[in-house]
């Protein structure tokens, strides 16, 4: 008998006190009610058989939550959130009695806030914002997210925007933006190149006028005539196609002319005279 009231004993004794580890705190509920006071880690003493302790983890937890929203031009914008967060020590007593598990307090608050953060910072902005302004797209989220689960005891950590989605209709506006874009520039290209070839073509024309210039004075001046000649002769040595089968040379005044029937030569014997029969 007195061995068996020494184990009922022990068993009352051992259960009167519970011991809370690091990164959990406890909630002391005494038939049933939950008392005021979170238990923090260490050990604690709680009434044998009528009470119950309910430990949390209060450690950092993590889970990604999706969302959905409208934007500023009224355009379908879709995310899916990352969200850090850990719960308040001091205020374990408020969330087991409000929400009960840690299951609850994601599904009935973390989400619908989430949800709710997210068509906050998604109105400020259009959607082309939303994506190229990202950064600013997060901070309005946070502090929205922030503000809101602080209230519940849940203080949020970090978040990261996992995905950003957009409605179809968005995407073909992008590509035909895109498009357009790329025939504006290529646009551009095609009058620079036209207007760097005119102006070619006007520099050469430009040249070419000089070049004539040139030569008329270089004709104008004394001994033009010579060089014509000289330019006659040595086109005629080179045997060129182009050298005039009659060549008449020294028609200045006070010259004599001098006639040359480069036919004439070809179909004469050299041994009969042929320059003789020219002259």
Do not use: C
Not at 25 to 45: N, P, Y
Not at 202 to 211: C, F, H, T
Not at 215 to 243: D, P, S
Request: glycine share 6%; charged share 25%; proline share 4%.
């Amino acid at each position: 008998m007195l061995s068996f009231l020494a184990i009922i004993g022990l068993a009352l004794l051992t259960s009167s006190f519970v011991i809370v580890n690091p990164g959990q705190a406890g909630v002391l509920s005494i038939l049933g009610k939950s008392q005021d006071g979170a238990l923090l880690e260490g050990i604690h003493f709680k009434p044998p058989l009528v009470s119950n302790v309910d430990v949390y983890d209060v450690t950092v937890q993590k889970f990604e939550v999706p969302a959905q929203s409208s934007t500023k031009d009224l355009q379908d914008l879709s995310g899916r959130f990352a969200i850090n967060f850990r719960l308040d020590p001091t205020e374990v007593v408020n969330i087991r009695r409000t929400q009960g598990t840690l299951e609850n307090l994601v599904s009935k608050i973390v989400a619908p806030q989430t949800q709710e953060s997210f068509k906050i910072a998604a109105a400020l902005r259009t959607v082309e914002e939303a994506i190229t302004q990202r950064a600013d797209l997060k901070k309005d989220f946070d502090d929205a997210l922030t503000s809101r689960l602080d209230k519940y005891g849940i203080l949020v950590l970090d978040t990261s925007v996992v995905d950003l989605n957009f409605s179809p209709e968005f995407a073909k506006a992008v590509e035909d933006k895109q498009i357009a874009e790329q025939r504006a520039r290529r646009a551009v290209y095609v009058a620079q190149e036209a207007e760097q070839s005119a102006q070619a073509e006007i520099n050469r024309a430009k040249g070419r006028a000089e070049s004539q210039r040139l030569i008329a004075e270089t004709l104008k001046a004394q001994g033009g005539r010579l060089v014509l000649q000289k330019e006659a002769i040595e086109a005629w040595k080179e045997g060129g196609a182009q050298v005039p089968r009659v060549l008449v040379m020294g028609q200045g005044q006070g010259s004599l002319p001098f006639i040359l029937n480069l036919d004439q030569v070809e179909q004469d014997d050299p041994a009969d005279g042929a320059l003789s029969k020219a002259s």
